[in-house]
């Protein structure tokens, strides 16, 4: 167990509809990470909150949004999905808002299956 | 833009030695990250470079060549349980994403 934790693990939802990724950081990390890994695909980065506030914005659709909460978990928005939507979804924390050295500790990730 | 390369796949037999390199050509660059992750699971922390030079660890070593834009990740003693794909990311001073390349799939046979 990392200690960051992702819920749901598995979903499975229709075209058109909306769902929301959640993810509880390790205890102490302020840094929340979106990344996205489609098949045959790299972890591509989406977004990053740092203790409530958006940090840095990488490759997220306007279809998704993201926040984070005073308690410190975030949540991932991803709406009017698509086929291509689906992939698994890893959230990642960090004690300092660049993660340099240590690196993330990544969550065991949501698979998202959009039919 | 920023080009991160991996071979796609390699096999080794147990027992051997494997190395998997990445070459980066990225505007900016602070320091090199290697993980692992097994299918379908999460990318665990291997190691860290900043700066030119091998480090050690255990059976993974990892090196950086920052004039060259080359790393590489050397496992010894292969265990079937190495079977995994490994990733390196690219971490820039300013920034706070790590950019991933593709990753490299090891297959590692008896």
């Known amino acids: 167990d990392s200690g960051v934790t992702q819920t749901p693990k598995h979903l499975i939802t229709a075209t058109g509809q909306r769902v929301t990724l959640r993810c509880s950081p390790r205890?102490?990390?302020?840094?929340v990470y979106w990344y996205q890994q489609s098949l045959d695909q790299g972890l591509q980065f989406l977004i990053q909150?740092?203790?409530?506030?958006?940090?840095a914005k990488g490759n997220i659709l306007e279809r998704f949004s993201a926040q984070q909460f005073p308690d410190l978990h975030s949540e991932l928005n991803l709406s009017s999905l698509e086929l291509g939507d689906s992939a698994l979804y890893f959230c990642a924390s960090s004690a300092e808002p660049d993660a340099q050295g240590a690196g993330y500790t990544f969550g065991s990730g949501t698979r998202l299956t959009v039919v | 833009g920023q080009n991160i390369d991996q071979p796609t796949e390699m096999t080794a037999t147990e027992g051997a030695i494997v190395q998997i390199n990445c070459t980066y050509q990225t505007s900016g660059f602070n320091g090199l990250f290697w993980y692992q992750q097994h299918a379908g699971e999460a990318p665990t922390f291997l190691s860290y470079n900043v700066l030119d030079g091998l480090e050690e660890k255990g059976r993974f070593s990892s090196f950086l060549s920052r004039s060259k834009g080359y790393s590489y990740l050397l496992l010894k003693e292969l265990q079937m349980k190495d079977s995994a794909s490994y990733l390196c990311?690219?971490?820039?001073?300013?920034?706070?994403?790590?950019?991933f390349g593709t990753g490299t799939r090891l297959l590692v046979s008896p």
């Open positions: 205890s102490g990390d302020l840094s």
């Open positions: 909150y740092y203790n409530g506030e958006e940090r």
């Open positions: 990311a690219v971490s820039f001073p300013g920034f706070q994403k790590l950019v």
